[in-house]
Structures are given as structure tokens and as C-alpha cells.
């Protein structure tokens, strides 16, 4: 079936739709021009983000924030009714500006690299939340959190830590962590993604429309 919504003389849009499929096509004209828009189902997407996918994705956001050459780690703190409340990323601490401290890690000098100054990612998304608290909050994490950021961790009362690569894991520092996980509740799970790459295109909200244009105002027609 076809539909067709005359506008003024050089404005109309077109609507096509199969009664069996739900699928409808569209075209506009605007301004003599005409736009075909993309073939669209009236079901909803399939390929949207899971709510795992979509907080680990925002970790790895974050983690483009930081300075570090090596390793950018980035944390997203989500509340049991899937709000966000804090992300962080690993960096200097507020004051210590980052193009005078080091970055290097492995200087003969323990002073001259990196870790005795970086504030690490859990830390920073603890540090930063935006509400009273993270009790029974899940943390979101680029790599398995080290001994003093698992207790920091415990201290807020994060029930939870998604993690998605565990390669220190061989560290006394995680062995600990892992301990102290362990003793106080807080459970630990890795994240596999159902895709290995995400893309995001931000010109896509310029190219075809995939939805119907909204209804016309009537009023203005003849
Ligand atoms: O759980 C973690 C572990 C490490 N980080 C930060 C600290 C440093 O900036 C880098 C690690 O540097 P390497 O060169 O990979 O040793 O990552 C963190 O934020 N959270």
C-alpha cells in the first residue's frame, strides 16, 4: 500500500508499505529534491548494545582520556538499576601537571616512572561518583583492579567487578586483590564482548533516515 502526504508544491513524502512484512520504504521531496530513505521494518533493532556491551564500551571510552603512552584503563561504576554514577580513568593527580611528571616505567629510578604518581582508573571512578554512594554498585573495568584499588573497592561497598582482561593476573598485586575480593562478597566476572570492535561513526546521524518522517502539521496545507 502507498501512501502519499502532499506538503506544499515542491514538499511531499511517500510511504510504501508491505501489509505482510511490516517493512515500509520511504521517499521525501523536499524542495523538488527528492531523499530516498533507507527500507525500514516496524520491528524494533536487534543489533543494539547489551547493557554488558555498552558499560564496558563506556569504560573503554573513558580510558581515551588518559595520558598514559602504555596503558590507557578506564572504569564505569553502574548502579543495580543500570545508571552510571562514576567513570574514571587512569591519570595524575589533580596539581601534579602531566607534562612534568613521568610516564616512563621503567627508569632505573623508581621516582623518575610513572606508578608511584598515577592515580589508577577504579580509583578515579570511586573518587568521582556523582551520588551519596556505589553501595551494591557494579564496576566496569578495563583490566583486572589491583590490591589497592580492590580496596578501595570494598570500602565503597561495590558488589561487583566486570573486567575485561586479567594479563597481570600473575601479580602478586591481583592475587591479592583476588583474596580480598574473595573474603569480603564482592564477585568478579570477565566480559567477552560480542564484538571484538566498535565503531563509532558520527557522521551516521547525517546520512539516511531510518526512521518514518514525524507526522505533518496539516495546518499548513492547502
Ligand atoms: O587496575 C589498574 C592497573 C593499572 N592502571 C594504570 C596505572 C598505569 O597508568 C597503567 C599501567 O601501566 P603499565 O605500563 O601497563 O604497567 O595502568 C589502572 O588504572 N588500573
Redesign the pocket.
Known sequence: MEYQINGNESDTAICSVNETTREYHDSITVNNTSIETKKCSNEKRKDFLSWDDFFMATAFLVAKRSK?P??Q?GACIVTPDKKIVGTGY?GMPIGCNDDDFPWC?NNPSKLDN?YFY?C???MNAVLNKNSMDVRNCTMYVA????NE?AKIIIQAGIKEIVYMSDKYSFKPEMVAAKRMFKASGVSTRQHIPSKQHLVLDFSEINSNMTQMPSTPDKSNYN
Do not use: I
Request: charged share 25%; with cysteine.
Open positions: 598514559d602504555v596503558t584503563v587512569n616505567k610513572k598515577v589508577h582508573a577504579e583490566l583486572f583492579p589491583c584499588c
